[in-house]
């Protein structure tokens, strides 16, 4: 197949920018240190915890920029998107510091506890079947009927410029790194790394995490184009989406290589984060330490950053606990 070149690549200019805008609603989320991780990887890691920003996720980075960045005008009707979770409750939090209607489509299947958050920040739900093809076809009626402005959960420059915020405040936090690790679905946060830190920190490598049974970034990258799945199944309920023309122009032209880890591994670097750092991140992001761990020879005696991108749990269904 061939891939579609993106109509509109943000620069650096609107990552700073999207953080002068994003300030007042987003939290500077602290970087965090585990001796126990440094002494297994052999190497130093700074945890940059998006589990503890507003919504719960960076997500709401690009959420509020986009939601920050419309006229009046526009923001007249609200806005709409698609999500498995985490942008869905960014972008109806957003929408409700603004004062504007926010209409999500969602997997049925989506954990309960991100349909209480994003109705708890006042977004109206619209179920969809938990597949690509599902989702968009159920969001053009919603579109069509709410005239609503259209925030893609990642192949949107104005989220993608939200996202590299993260990656900048990292580097502000930080003494220097060797490379930076985010987790990868659609695409996202890693684009926004790309973007910030090929201009910023050039010398900073990035690496990307996915979960073995959602590998279409990682047979992409290998291919040379955009291999996208339809549903796949994976406990990294936030990773399950396809790269799009924009996402893909970074991760093609930026990331140094993608890891992919097992469900069983996932769970289990889930599971010891919980436990060692004493924090709650959801398992899409246990997917780059649990890669980590896997590749120990990869990042032995180096610098890591690692952005953990979420924290929004359903507690009564823990991956670890047996029904």
Same mark, same amino acid.
């Given at each position: 197949?061939?891939?579609?070149?993106?109509?509109?690549?943000?620069?650096?200019?609107?990552?700073?920018?999207?953080?002068?805008?994003i300030e007042p609603y987003i939290h500077r989320t602290p970087v965090l240190t585990s001796s126990y991780?440094?002494?297994?990887?052999?190497?130093?890691?700074?945890?940059?915890?998006? @589990?503890?920003?507003?919504?719960?996720?960076?997500? *709401?980075?690009?959420? %509020?920029?986009?939601? =920050?960045?419309?006229? +009046?005008?526009?923001?007249?009707?609200? *806005?709409?998107?698609?999500?498995?979770?985490?942008?869905?409750?960014?972008?109806?939090?957003?929408?409700?510091?603004?004062?504007?209607? #926010?209409?999500?489509?969602?997997?049925?299947?989506?954990?309960?506890?991100?349909?209480?958050?994003?109705?708890?920040?006042?977004?109206? $739900?619209? &179920?969809?079947?938990?597949?690509?093809?599902?989702? !968009? &076809?159920?969001?053009?009626? *919603?579109?069509?009927?709410?005239?609503? &402005?259209?925030?893609?959960?990642? @192949?949107?420059?104005?989220?993608?410029?939200?996202?590299?915020?993260? %990656?900048?405040?990292?580097? !502000?936090?930080?003494?220097?790194?060797? #490379?930076?690790?985010?987790? $990868?679905?659609?695409?996202?946060?890693?684009?926004?790394?790309?973007?910030?830190?090929? @201009?910023?920190?050039?010398?900073?490598?990035?690496?990307?995490?996915?979960? !073995?049974?959602? +590998?279409?970034?990682?047979? %992409? =990258?290998?291919?040379?184009?955009?291999?996208? +799945?339809?549903?796949?199944?994976?406990?990294?309920?936030?990773?399950?989406?396809?790269? /799009? +023309?924009?996402?893909?122009?970074?991760?093609?032209?930026?990331?140094?290589?993608?890891?992919?880890?097992? !469900?069983?591994?996932?769970?289990?670097?889930?599971?010891?984060?919980?436990?060692?750092?004493?924090?709650? $991140?959801?398992? %899409?992001?246990?997917?780059?330490?649990?890669?980590?761990?896997?590749? /120990?020879? *990869?990042?032995?005696?180096?610098?890591?950053?690692?952005?953990?991108?979420?924290?929004?749990?359903?507690?009564?269904?823990?991956?670890?606990?047996?029904?």
């Amino acid at each position: 197949m061939k891939d579609i070149a993106p109509a509109y690549i943000p620069n650096i200019d609107d990552v700073l920018e999207a953080h002068k805008r994003i300030e007042p609603y987003i939290h500077r989320t602290p970087v965090l240190t585990s001796s126990y991780f440094n002494d297994l990887v052999g190497a130093e890691l700074f945890f940059k915890c998006e @589990n503890f920003q507003k919504a719960g996720a960076f997500k *709401v980075r690009g959420a %509020s920029n986009a939601v =920050f960045g419309l006229s +009046d005008e526009m923001a007249k009707k609200g *806005v709409a998107t698609h999500s498995s979770g985490n942008h869905a409750l960014s972008l109806s939090y957003a929408a409700g510091r603004r004062g504007i209607p #926010c209409n999500v489509v969602m997997p049925r299947t989506a954990p309960e506890a991100k349909k209480a958050a994003v109705r708890g920040y006042g977004g109206i $739900i619209t &179920e969809c079947e938990p597949s690509t093809t599902s989702r !968009e &076809e159920v969001f053009a009626e *919603v579109q069509e009927r709410t005239g609503a &402005e259209f925030v893609h959960p990642y @192949n949107d420059p104005r989220v993608v410029a939200g996202q590299g915020t993260c %990656s900048k405040e990292l580097m !502000e936090q930080t003494d220097g790194l060797d #490379c930076v690790i985010a987790p $990868i679905g659609g695409g996202g946060m890693v684009s926004g790394t790309c973007l910030t830190l090929s @201009n910023l920190a050039p010398e900073v490598k990035i690496y990307a995490a996915e979960p !073995e049974q959602a +590998d279409d970034a990682y047979r %992409s =990258f290998k291919a040379g184009h955009i291999i996208a +799945d339809d549903a796949p199944q994976t406990i990294a309920d936030g990773l399950k989406v396809p790269l /799009k +023309d924009l996402t893909w122009h970074f991760v093609s032209n930026h990331v140094t290589d993608i890891f992919t880890a097992s !469900e069983e591994e996932i769970i289990g670097a889930m599971k010891l984060t919980w436990q060692r750092m004493k924090i709650v $991140i959801e398992a %899409s992001c246990a997917v780059p330490m649990a890669t980590i761990l896997k590749n /120990k020879h *990869v990042f032995a005696g180096k610098r890591v950053g690692v952005i953990i991108t979420g924290g929004n749990v359903d507690m009564d269904t823990l991956p670890w606990i047996k029904g």
